[in-house]
């Protein structure tokens, strides 16, 4: 059977394969994962859903039948670097694991997942909760078994977006036209100087506006258009 030796280990976050029919497995079980076995890749898996692989003794393996893992790489941003010392993720039956960065420059975090809906949080190197101002989630190779984790599967804890503004901008009033005066001797004389399409003529002396040049007024007044 395949198995992790322990020499693996040394540096390696994560290590973990697919066994899709239960053939690379012990004898009497189904699809599952090979898994190393630490608390890390072991954290939201069911109680008694993993096994010791005890076929060699440098073996750091465990078979863990019928669950399903997807890996993720988890970033988060702002804040200032290097802030993001630890990731904190609980699911929805209360169970919390720390998981610490790929690497101390880069500050992502890559854990292995099953299903699940989970909420995340991040602290710095003394352990106080920060808020990122985003997060980025990159789920990688999608398995063969069909319950896996997806985007949709876990939040997290982020700061505020700016809130808009509470009252839309105001529009101002449409600015009053100056009028252009201009003396009218005779309806001949209103024709040649004012263009009468859409133009109202304003008679001083009947303080009305007139609709067309039909109603001008005799003895003369001012016109706008």
Same mark, same amino acid.
């Given at each position: 059977l395949p198995y992790f030796k322990a020499e693996m280990r040394q540096g390696a976050w994560?290590?973990?394969?697919? @066994?899709?029919?239960?053939?690379?497995?012990? /004898? *009497? +079980?189904? &699809?599952?994962?090979?898994?190393?076995n630490n608390d890390r890749m072991k954290a939201f898996l069911p109680d008694g859903a993993c096994e010791w692989m005890s076929n060699s003794g440098n073996s750091v393996s465990s078979f863990c039948e019928? /669950?399903? $893992?997807?890996?993720?790489?988890?970033?988060?941003?702002?804040?200032g670097t290097g802030m993001f010392n630890?990731? /904190?993720? %609980?699911?929805? @039956? *209360?169970?919390?694991?720390?998981? @610490?960065?790929l690497s101390a420059s880069t500050k992502d975090f890559?854990?292995?997942? &099953?299903? *699940?809906?989970?909420? *995340?949080?991040?602290? @710095? #190197? %003394?352990?106080?909760?920060?808020?990122?101002? %985003? #997060?980025?989630?990159?789920?990688? +190779? #999608?398995?063969?078994?069909?319950?896996y984790i997806t985007e949709g599967s876990i939040s997290f804890a982020t700061k505020a977006p700016t809130p808009a503004p509470s009252e839309s901008?105001?529009?101002s009033a449409k600015p009053t036209l100056a009028l252009a005066v201009l003396s009218l001797f005779g309806p001949n004389e209103v024709s040649n100087v004012v263009d009468w399409s859409g133009a109202k003529l304003y008679c001083e002396d009947r303080? $009305?506006?007139?609709a067309t040049k039909a109603e001008w007024c005799s003895g003369g007044g001012t016109g706008a258009n």
């Open positions: 994560n290590l973990f394969m697919e @066994d899709t029919d239960g053939t690379l497995g012990p /004898v *009497g +079980k189904g &699809p599952g994962f090979i898994v190393q019928g /669950v399903c $893992l997807r890996q993720l790489e988890i970033k988060p941003y702002g804040s630890t990731m /904190v993720l %609980s699911n929805q @039956d *209360g169970i919390a694991f720390t998981y @610490d960065t890559n854990p292995v997942l &099953p299903a *699940g809906q989970y909420f *995340g949080t991040f602290q @710095d #190197v %003394s352990g106080n909760e920060i808020l990122a101002n %985003s #997060v980025k989630v990159i789920m990688h +190779k #999608v398995p063969t078994c069909l319950n901008p105001s529009v303080g $009305l506006w007139l």
